[in-house]
């Protein structure tokens, strides 16, 4: 008997399941669909040999009005670390304003000035 299960072992999934399992009291069961993620993933011009293979879901999307109808692959990680393990080791930062609007909605310390030291880190 478990009292949390977590379905996913992406990103998200494993720090909340390490967060969880924090307390010695509580029983964890972190569910993945996928296996561990392979060394390719760990190679950031390696990303695409990942494509349609056993680590990804190989999904694509609804026909696109904004792509004259074509349906466009959507890679997704089925793999311990999930699409985090499947992303080339990019990422994006949000705008100054994304961050500003956070801190003026009453989230403290996530004014843009506030979290820039910490990507710069």
Known sequence: MFDTIIVGAGSA??????RLSADPARKVLLLEAGREAPLASDVPSDWPT??????????YTEPQAGCRGRRVFWPRGKMIGGSGALNAMIYIRGLPSDYDGWAAMGCPGWAWEDVLPVFRA
Do not use: E
């Open 13 to 18: 999934g494993c720090v909340l399941a390490n």
């Open 50 to 59: 990942m494509f349609n293979t056993a680590v990804d879901w190989s999904y």
